[in-house]
């Protein structure tokens, strides 16, 4: 049914809205959570944390 499309459809874009990278936008790769909670990749991570 069309509802249960529409489901499926908000369903995928949660979970795909949950698997994106907020500085990349693209699927975590090697995810990492920091101690407040946050996901970033892991090569972000190293690459912000390098000195300038």
Not at 22 to 33: A, S
Request: aromatic residues 6%; negative net charge; charged residues 20%.
């Amino acid at each position: 049914t069309d509802i249960s499309r529409m489901a499926e459809a908000n369903a995928l874009e949660e979970l795909h809205t949950e698997l994106t990278c907020p500085v990349c936008l693209e699927l975590f790769h090697d995810p990492v959570i920091l101690e407040c909670g946050h996901h970033f990749c892991k090569v972000l991570i190293f690459l912000l944390c390098l000195p300038s």
